[in-house]
T-cell receptor
Framework: QKEVEQNSGPLSVPEGAIASLNCTYSDRGSQSFFWYRQYSGKSPELIMF????GDKEDGRFTAQLNKASQYVSLLIRDSQPSDSATYLC?????????????FGTGTRLTIIP | NAGVTQTPKFRILKIGQSMTLQCTQD?????MYWYRQDPGMGLKLIYY???????DKGEVPNGYNVSRSTTEDFPLRLELAAPSQTSVYFC???????????FGNGTRLTVT
């Protein structure tokens, strides 16, 4: 059974600081990694995805992959109260499509004003 | 552009009742999915469809059925509801089956 693990938190970060969220995965062959943000009572929305060929930056968000240690990180710079949400990591089986997308349980992030 | 629309938003069922959760998308996506999300658990795939007339089981299909008669609609049927089916249900779609998922707003179902 392929696994994706996240610290459930809550992770509390002061406003303006860097929030760092981690996700470990069990399948060494995984090549696609997704970060979804989910506000309380709402549906998940995609904020970042990376492939095994490198890190990615998009505005205040950076996704980094450490293949040797099998974890993927999401960094949020200049954290804002609106970043308070649960962040879901998802990892795709390299031999399949979304039908084999495995989600972590999520990390709850709270930005403290 | 509505995206993925789910109805109802909330529903309470008695044990043994049946219901259909509706899902429709207007993005002309071929791929559609039903997930359930339990507290403290990751999203679990119930059923998915790669196009009209084609459906397949996901990780947790027992107690559910689906159909896909059109590209737009992908209803989820619960027969003989059980308390274990109390959950939040999300419908999602994707353009090509490998790209990002677009989620509906969810249906919160309670079975008592």
């Amino acid at each position: 059974q392929k696994e994706v693990e996240q610290n459930s938190g809550p992770l509390s970060v002061p406003e303006g600081a860097i929030a760092s969220l981690n996700c470990t995965y069990s399948d060494r062959g995984s090549q696609s990694f997704f970060w979804y943000r989910q506000y309380s009572g709402k549906s998940p929305e995609l904020i970042m995805f990376i492939y095994s060929n490198g890190d990615k930056e998009d505005g205040r968000f950076t996704a980094q992959l450490n293949k040797a240690s099998q974890y993927v990180s999401l960094l949020i710079r200049d954290s804002q109260p609106s970043d308070s949400a649960t962040y879901l990591c998802a990892v795709k089986d390299p031999n399949f499509g979304n039908e084999k997308l495995t989600f972590g349980t999520g990390t709850r992030l709270t930005i403290i004003p | 552009n509505a995206g993925v629309t789910q109805t109802p938003k909330f529903r309470i069922l008695k044990i043994g009742q049946s219901m259909t959760l509706q899902c429709t998308q207007d993005m002309n996506h071929n791929y559609m999915y039903w997930y359930r999300q339990d507290p403290g658990m990751g999203l679990k795939l119930i059923y998915y469809s790669v196009g009209a007339g084609i459906t397949d089981k996901g990780e947790v299909p027992n107690g559910y059925n689906v159909s896909r008669s059109t590209t737009e609609d992908f209803p989820l049927r619960l027969e003989l509801a059980a308390p274990s089916q109390t959950s939040v249900y999300f419908c999602a779609s994707s353009r090509d089956g490998r790209g990002p998922l677009h989620f509906g707003n969810g249906t919160r179902l309670t079975v008592t």
